[in-house]
């Protein structure tokens, strides 16, 4: 996925839409065997990445 920075995202915090984002998908990042205990939905407000320039 191809990342902007932007004043109105605080530092260390990644957004990524759910779903399809033009060429990125988010939900090829989640494991969806680790689901969230009461709902049964799949982690995703907790993740960890690693951001690059390309």
């Known amino acids: ?11 260390g ?3 990524v839409p759910n779903g399809w984002v ?3 998908n ?3 990042l ?3 065997k680790v689901r969230e205990a009461i709902m049964g939905y799949p982690q ?3 993740l960890l990445c690693a951001i690059r320039k390309a």
């Open 44 to 46: 995703r407000k907790s």
């Open 22 to 24: 033009k060429e990125g």
């Open 26 to 28: 988010a939900n090829r």
């Open 13 to 15: 915090v990644v957004l």
């Open 30 to 32: 989640t494991d969806t």
């Open 1 to 11: 996925m191809e990342a902007r920075v932007n004043q109105r995202i605080s530092e």
